[in-house]
């Protein structure tokens, strides 16, 4: 899944189990990308359960947000 844009939205959520995680990163054409991906229960990172990309546009959004609701 690639990242088209950000927006938040306001519901309630639980904590979530700890899974691994691991990201990575490539160039395509020109640009780089950022990947994340999430795995299932432990002991079962034979593929990933979730991959997240983004592109350096969407990256910076991404801190601007972080920083913000983190006061960072």
């Known amino acids: 899944m690639f990242v088209e844009k950000w927006e938040k939205e306001n519901r309630n959520f639980r904590r979530q189990d700890i899974?691994?995680?691991?990201?990575?990163?490539?160039?395509?054409?020109?640009?780089?990308?950022?990947?994340?991906?999430?795995?299932?229960?432990e002991g079962s990172t034979a593929s990933a359960k979730q991959t997240i990309?983004?592109?350096?546009?969407?990256?910076?959004?991404?801190?601007a947000i972080l920083n913000q609701e983190f006061n960072l």
């Open 53 to 63: 990309q983004f592109d350096r546009h969407r990256a910076a959004e991404l801190v």
């Open 19 to 41: 899974r691994e995680t691991t990201y990575s990163t490539t160039i395509i054409g020109n640009e780089k990308l950022f990947q994340i991906q999430t795995y299932g229960a």
